[in-house]
């Protein structure tokens, strides 16, 4: 499919503005381009978080929990199996375990046996486990009936999630989710882990007002943002001022060797350096790591590594979660190979993809549907969703669908325009505008594709359906430079605040094939030589074209060079 290369807009006298209060002029104008106006925005100091108070439920939320904690009650944390969900519950377990509950551990369900989020089943095990109160972390805004059988059993339930809730919600004690109705925190990006940290801080305050602590004998819970860090960037979520706050400091204690020993040595097992720490180390590198055990595994490896003080213990499970994430990629990429094929068999005689993508196998596994999904979303650039067999007892008649989509098509509302339309053909769905999941029975697959088809070919335009990709245009000869690289990289980027991607007519001077599946360039730029290399990319390229491309500098015998990491051509 073609692609249009797009320069991103930047507002001259914003970056004027940003340059003047001392930041770098290429800084200047990738942040003004970013919707960035001032150099305050651009302050990561702790106090220029968000007040915990304005967020719905979280002052409930912290007398529910000092209370619990002064009459000594047991506290269980309902996970989830992604990592922002480990992460979250790793963020719990500690941080309530520093403002004094001696009696807190922690359930996460199994993605094949228990499915998502809090179900009655699961209430019940929290029941039997001696809980009083029962807190979940990056799910419950959609358990209705899990809540209701906590509360049967007479458990109090404090609900945290960021996922966006239907028009009805659970009788929860207490719901803190920032896109509930009536919240006004302005950061509605917070992932799951966030929502734990700020409950923290409003539960911190609401003891030090009842004089459990001072200001000076208070446990300091920034302790805790390395893990805010990681989860909120694995999770994908907008970074917002807020957000790119919380990564930032986090960044800042991991590159200072602050953080847990399970952090440390999933760094050593990705084969990663802490000291320059990025955002793409969390989402490419520990993520993925954390990620594997609850597809493949159970995520109660990953919640133990990102918990444990132990070095020997934390390398212990560092390791067991590399080996898994390495079954995990061999896994994906047989099945990717697999999805691929039906995936290409849709096109017509044009070559052109349907508007939507809707893949299954007998032998896929679940545990990876949303990867592959995420892959033919990247290659054809149309909502997809792959399905797999559920592997649960009793539930071997039901599929397992995880969806991508791309800008201009709200995923999650898309699944709830085709229950509104068929209510039978889903048993369960949720979701952002990004990704989705759903289950469905396997004998409707066939409507669920049409279904699909249909509501995609309603709402994508021409204009949503031609792939873009937007950078940052040209880049002067003067910035590149290995130092500005390194200036460059400590910065906070990810969704929402893309990183850094430039775009320029360069001369192919060589072009080879290494690994026998990229493309390893020589190039001119502004007429002086720079190396390129584009992963995945086999055909070759013409003598002269428009590249879209990273900095990244490749380091060999001492030596280190500037290199264009190549995201795309414009052919």
Not at 143 to 154: D, H, K, R, T
Not at 301 to 319: H, M, N, P, Q
Not at 438 to 462: D, G, H, K
Request: hydrophobic share 45%; net charge negative; proline share 5%.
């Amino acid at each position: 499919m073609s692609l249009k290369i797009l320069t991103r807009d930047v507002p001259p006298r914003t970056a004027w503005a940003l340059e003047q209060a001392g930041i770098h002029p290429l800084l200047s104008r990738l942040f003004a381009a970013r919707g960035i106006v001032s150099a305050e925005e651009l302050d990561d100091g702790l106090a220029k978080l968000l007040a915990p108070s304005s967020l719905k439920g979280n002052q409930a939320a912290a007398v529910l929990l000092a209370d619990a904690i002064a009459s000594n009650k047991r506290l269980c944390i309902v996970a989830d199996y992604d990592c922002d969900g480990a992460t979250a519950c790793a963020v719990g377990l500690r941080g309530l375990r520093m403002l004094g509950a001696q009696h807190v551990n922690y359930i996460v369900p199994d993605r094949v046996v228990d499915g998502y989020g809090l179900t009655a089943p699961i209430a019940e095990r929290v029941k039997q486990s001696g809980a009083d109160v029962l807190i979940t972390v990056d799910n419950g805004i959609a358990s209705m009936e899990g809540v209701a059988q906590a509360q049967a059993l007479g458990l109090q339930v404090l609900i945290t999630d960021h996922h966006l809730p239907a028009a009805t919600l659970p009788t929860a004690e207490v719901i803190v989710n920032p896109n509930q109705a009536g919240c006004d925190f302005e950061s509605k990006s917070l992932a799951g882990v966030g929502v734990m940290f700020y409950v923290l801080l409003a539960l911190r305050a609401e003891l030090r007002q009842r004089g459990v602590f001072s200001a000076e004998s208070q446990p300091k819970l920034d302790t805790l943002l390395p893990l805010v860090a990681l989860g909120t960037v694995a999770d994908v979520v907008r970074l917002d001022n807020n957000n790119r706050r919380l990564v930032a400091q986090g960044l800042k204690r991991i590159r200072a060797g602050q953080m847990p020993a399970g952090m440390l040595a999933l760094f050593k097992a990705a084969g990663r350096e802490p000291k320059v720490a990025t955002t793409f180390d969390f989402g490419f590198a520990l993520g993925p790591r954390i990620n594997a055990a609850g597809r493949l595994s159970d995520m109660t490896l990953g919640i133990e590594c990102l918990t444990s003080d132990d070095s020997v213990r934390a390398d212990e499970l560092a390791k067991q979660l590399d080996a898994i994430n390495r079954e995990r990629r061999d896994i994906e990429g047989d099945m990717r190979q697999q999805a691929m094929d039906i995936a290409e068999s849709l096109l017509d005689d044009s070559e052109e993809p349907p508007p939507a993508i809707c893949v299954f196998d007998p032998d896929f596994h679940e545990g990876v549907v949303g990867i592959v999904a995420s892959r033919i979303k990247d290659k054809f650039h149309r909502p997809c969703f792959v399905f797999a067999a559920s592997n649960a007892p009793g539930k071997e008649h039901e599929l397992k669908g995880s969806g991508r989509s791309i800008p201009g098509f709200h995923l999650r509302d898309a699944l709830d325009l085709m229950a509104k339309k068929h209510p039978h053909v889903l048993l369960r769905f949720g979701g952002h505008a990004m990704a989705a999941g759903c289950t469905i029975e396997e004998e409707n697959l066939e409507l669920f594709e049409a279904c699909f088809m249909q509501v995609a070919a309603e709402l994508l335009s021409p204009a949503t359906l031609q792939r873009k990709l937007e950078t940052d245009g040209p880049l002067q000869a003067q910035y590149r430079r290995v130092e500005f690289i390194d200036v460059m990289h400590k910065e906070v980027w990810g969704q929402g605040f893309a990183a850094p991607v430039f775009s320029d007519e360069v001369e192919v001077v060589s072009q080879k094939l290494v690994g026998e599946k990229h493309l390893a360039l020589k190039l001119k730029h502004h007429g002086q030589p720079v190396d390129g290399i584009w992963f995945g990319r086999i055909e070759p390229l013409p003598a002269r074209v428009k590249l879209a491309y990273r900095l990244d500098v490749d380091e060999w015998q001492g030596q280190k060079r500037v290199r264009f990491m190549v995201e795309a051509a414009e052919l």
